[in-house]
C-alpha cells in the first residue's frame, strides 16, 4: 500500500519506541510501498528541535530518508554523501543503526522494531 502525507513526530516516536518524543520535526511522507517486505520512497523533513540537556532545544536540521526495499538511509539535505542512520528490515523486524555522524546530530540510538 502506498503511504503520503504529512506527520506529526509524536506519532512517529510513539510507533518507534527509542526515537525521542518530544521533538518538533514536521515530516512529508512519500511511500509508494509499504509492507513489511519493505518500502519505496523518501520522508523529508522541515528543520526541527528535539529536547536538549537542562531544558534547552538541539536543532535538527533538514533530513531526508530514501528507502529502497529492504534497506534505508537517513542524510541531511545539505549533505546526501554522509550517512546519518541506516533502515534494514528482515524477518518481520525493521532495525535501525544510527551512525557516529547521526548520534552527534540527533539524540537517538540504534532501535528494532517488530513490524
Do not use: E, K, M, Y
Not at 30 to 44: E, H, P
Not at 47 to 53: E, H, K, Q, T
Not at 90 to 103: N, Q, S
Amino acid at each position: 500500500a502506498a503511504v503520503t502525507g504529512r506527520v506529526a513526530w509524536p506519532l512517529l516516536a510513539a510507533a518507534v519506541p527509542g526515537l525521542p518524543p518530544g521533538c518538533t520535526i514536521p515530516l512529508q511522507v512519500a511511500l509508494s510501498r509499504v509492507s513489511a517486505a519493505g518500502s519505496d520512497g523518501t520522508v523529508r523533513s522541515l528543520a526541527g528541535a528535539c529536547p536538549g540537556p537542562a531544558g534547552t532545544n538541539r536543532p535538527i536540521p533538514r533530513l531526508v530518508a530514501t528507502f529502497a526495499g529492504t534497506t534505508g538511509r537517513v542524510t541531511s539535505w545539505t549533505d546526501r554523501a554522509t550517512t546519518l542512520a541506516t533502515l534494514a528490515v528482515a524477518g518481520g523486524i525493521a532495525r535501525l543503526h544510527v551512525t557516529p555522524a547521526g548520534a552527534a546530530l540527533f539524540p537517538v540510538s540504534d532501535v528494532a522494531v517488530a513490524l
